[in-house]
Structures are given as C-alpha cells and as structure tokens.
C-alpha cells in the first residue's frame, strides 16, 4: 500500500511540476519572445486569436537511458536529430550544429535573445520548426531557441512537451501522449 501511495505521489507531484512549467513557458514567450528581434530563419505566424494546434498521432514511449536522462530520437522537420527530454526548458532548443543540418542559416544578427543555460548566459535566434515528432507523438508549428554557443545537446523542451494531452513518467521511461 506505501508503494503505490508513493507512487501516486510522485505522479501527481511530476504533472504538477509540469503544469508549472507549460504556466511559465507560456508567460515566457508572451514577455520575451514577441515580435521584436525575431531571427529570420523562420517567420512565425501564430497570433492570439490562432491557438496553437495540439499535438497528433499516437503515445510514444522514451526509455529512460543508463546515464539516467530520457533521450529520444526526434523527427524535426522530416529529419532525425537526437534530444533530451527536458521539462526544465521552456521550449525545444537546438544547438546551431542541429540548427544547421534542418537547413537554418543564421548571421550573428539574429542570435539577439538572451537566454540562461547551464553553461551560463548565452545568446540565441528565435525560430518556428515546421514540425516535431517523437515516435508518432508529432506537433506542428513548434516555437524553439537555436543556441548560439555552449548547449552540449538539443532539448526537447516545453514548447513541444506542454502541447502534449499527457506525459506519465515511470522509473523505466515517459509516455509521451498526444
């Protein structure tokens, strides 16, 4: 009976954790990625009166790797590139070499948001991935970061996660449901 209380709680205290953070995900984007400075790479056309679609398809499941972390095999705009499920990122943030293999060619001009990282304070291009899909848990129109230095992985942040019906972790892996 304690084990699954437990169990219950931590459940209950991961969706709660993430409810928190789609709230500042969200408060994020509305303070400090409106229109001014935004990176050319992608022009992003969602507005206030568009909400944003939800995501499609079927539940995912991403296994919880040996170093602990959840990684996943991510489908961005129709090509592979390998993420870490990050719940602490307000949205997907690439990093420029990822960045420029889905074809974005951004100047130094367009690395003008500030953004706070592990690795300390850095610049980043704001940009709009067409789409992003985990194992058929796919979301279109995904607002994201490209890094400009120092992020050692992409992250599949809340700008897709949040856009999710669910997510149900369990100490073997998540279940990503759209």
Known sequence: MVASMARFDFQSGMMFALALTAAGALGYGVSHLGDAGRAQAAPVLMTASAPSPMATGHAAQVARAEDGHYWAEADINGRAVRVLVDTGASVVALTRDDALRLGFMLESQDFDHTVITANGEGR???????????????????????????????????????????????PHGLTLRP
Do not use: D, F
């Not at 789409?131 to 992020?151: F, I, K, S």
């Not at 996660?161 to 972790?169: F, Q």
């Open 124 to 170: 980043a291009a704001r940009i709009e991935l067409s789409h992003v899909a985990v194992a058929g848990a796919r979301v279109e129109r995904v607002q994201a970061l490209v890094v400009e230095r120092g992020l050692p992985a992409s992250l599949l942040g809340m700008s897709y996660l949040g856009r999710l019906s669910r997510i149900e972790a369990t």
